[in-house]
């Protein structure tokens, strides 16, 4: 099955780039990768997705790279608000496709 | 605007007496999913319905069901809840499960606690 793997947690300065990265070395060639955030007691949130090229949306940039087996999602400038737990998410087959989502990344923007 | 609404946020039942964990989307989206979400892990699929028919995950206790009695509407009981069911539950849906691009909207979640 893909998976993804990502840090545990993550500390990033308000105000500076927040770079979180994902491994999803099984990725089958035309599944995307998502990224989803989660801010404490409320239902994950969509950020963005790409499948090849990196990929710009007004709440971050993803880069992907050539062979597609990892990401990096970037946040440019990372405010308090953006504390959460960020998910990078790949679909497998099981009988039907479904997200499959990893153990996440635990971002603390600090003042 | 709130796109996938889930009603209540917040519910308290007791140990083995049923209860019904309601969701609605204004998306007219295709696919609805449930998902139980247990303290500091991620999501974990329930069963979700392509239009009207029903897709449950192999490993899904027999005590989850759902009902879906039109498009806008998708409701899960918990026929005898235990303790091991206090949760977060979450609402999803999506236009289609078979694209590659398959974007799913969640609501906020109804948190679960079994007295």
């Known amino acids: 099955d893909a998976k993804t793997t990502q840090p545990t947690s993550m500390d990033c300065a308000e105000g500076r780039a927040a770079n979180l990265p994902c491994n999803h070395s099984t990725i089958s060639g035309n599944e995307y990768v998502y990224w989803y955030r989660q801010i404490h007691s409320q239902g994950p949130q969509y950020i963005i997705h790409?499948?090849?090229n990196n990929e710009t949306n007004e709440m971050a940039s993803l880069i992907i790279t050539e062979d597609r087996k990892s990401s990096t999602l970037i946040l440019p400038h990372a405010t308090l608000r953006d504390t959460a737990v960020y998910y990078c998410i790949v679909r497998a087959y099981s009988g039907t496709y479904k997200y499959i989502f990893g153990t996440g990344t635990r971002l603390k923007v600090l003042a | 605007d709130a796109m996938v609404i889930q009603n209540p946020r917040y519910q308290v039942t007791q140990f083995g007496k049923p209860v019904t964990l309601s969701c609605s989307q204004t998306?007219?989206?295709?696919?609805m999913y449930w998902y139980q979400q247990k303290s500091s892990q991620a999501p974990k699929l329930l069963f979700h319905y392509y239009d009207k028919d029903f897709n449950n995950e192999a490993d899904t206790p027999d005590n989850f069901q759902s009902r879906r009695p039109n498009t806008s509407f998708c409701f899960l009981d918990i026929r005898s809840p235990g303790l091991g069911d206090a949760a977060m539950y979450l609402c999803?849906?999506?236009?289609?499960?078979?694209?590659?691009?398959?974007?799913?909207?969640f609501g906020a979640g109804t948190r679960l606690s079994v007295l």
């Open positions: 790409g499948l090849k």
């Open positions: 998306l007219n989206h295709n696919v």
């Open positions: 999803a849906t999506s236009r289609d499960v078979i694209l590659a691009k398959n974007i799913q909207y």
